[in-house]
């Protein structure tokens, strides 16, 4: 008989609490002079964050009946890239931030070098965790994941995607521009954590489509989201500090659609996102709630 649904924020607070086990294990603190790097990167990886990509693994992962432990540790190797991303953006030579999550950003924490060294490891960790048996026992399964992981972080995704973004300041970019952006700098990882999930299931690459649609349309949808409360969020709530963008000069959704055509935008991306999934039932209701959650929240 299947297990009930769960709700989406009780879904967030399981993953959420896995993770940090997780990273708990994972980090333990040796006794010798790399203690304060490891203490760093727990700051960084413990507590706070939506988990929001580790759940779309987790969700991914349940339709092909893959086990909890494996899609945990699968779900633990985007968090280390996505953490890692995050304090690296926040360095002076890149958005130089001095809040995130709530708490002072690692570089403040800590110093700039630890915050530099905490970051490459959690990139790092990434690989290792996939590397390993414990993740899968096909060295063909998880030498995909690596490879499509490498794809998604690197140059041709998340990392290039930065790149644009420091220099969108200095141009003036439409909406075909911004969309490739974020496309990279966001979309790219999200798109991987569908994609492991199939590779995890073993579904064939001409299999994903629908999977790859979900996640470009969720990762489009979150961003043009981040925009808005970046527009008109609070700082309290986003737990970061809000206005940047403008400030910085940069074309985003919200500079170049409006607010309301903007928010109109992400929620006709949320459901095509919601349209991808037609082809499952019910094992799919996590994954739809985590698109309308994508447009719902303040934070």
């Known amino acids: 008989m299947p297990a009930a649904p769960i709700s989406l924020d009780v879904a967030l607070e399981q993953v959420g609490a896995e993770i940090d086990r997780g990273f708990d294990s994972l980090l333990a603190i040796p006794p010798d002079a790399r203690a304060p790097l490891f203490e760093a990167m727990r700051y960084a990886a413990i507590g706070g964050g939506k988990r929001l990509r580790a759940l779309l693994v987790v969700a991914g ?14 779900a633990l190797a985007v968090e ?15 958005d130089d931030d001095d809040l995130r999550r709530g708490k002072p950003t690692l570089h403040r924490a800590f110093d700039e070098s630890t915050a530099i060294l905490a970051g490459d490891s959690l990139h790092a960790l990434a690989f290792q965790v996939l590397a390993e048996e414990e993740t899968h026992e096909d060295p063909f399964v998880r030498s ?21 973004d420091l220099k969108a300041a200095e141009m003036r970019l439409d ?3 911004v969309t490739r952006l974020q496309q990279l700098k966001t979309g790219a990882l999200i798109g991987w954590c569908l994609e492991a999930a199939a590779i995890m299931g ?24 981040d925009d808005l409360l970046d527009h008109e969020g609070h700082e ?18 919200v500079s170049l659609l409006g607010p309301d055509r903007a928010r109109l935008q992400a929620e006709l991306l949320v459901d095509q996102a919601v349209e991808h999934l037609a082809g499952y039932g019910a094992e799919a209701g996590l994954l739809r709630a985590i698109a309308r959650f994508a447009v719902e929240r303040d934070h």
């Open 61 to 74: 992962c349940n339709l092909f009946h893959v086990a909890r432990e494996r899609a945990i540790r699968v």
């Open 202 to 225: 073993r579904v064939p690459p001409e299999g994903r489509r629908s999977l790859r649609g979900y996640a470009r349309d969720v990762g489009l949808a979150f961003q043009i989201a």
């Open 144 to 164: 995909d994941l690596i490879l499509e992981l490498a794809r998604a972080a690197g140059p041709a995704g998340m990392a290039g995607g930065q790149m644009m």
């Open 175 to 177: 909406l075909a521009s």
């Open 236 to 253: 309290e709530k986003a737990g970061k500090r809000v206005g940047k963008d403008r400030e910085a000069g940069k074309e985003t959704f």
């Open 80 to 94: 280390c890239v996505h953490v890692y991303s995050l304090i690296h953006d926040d360095l002076p030579s890149m």
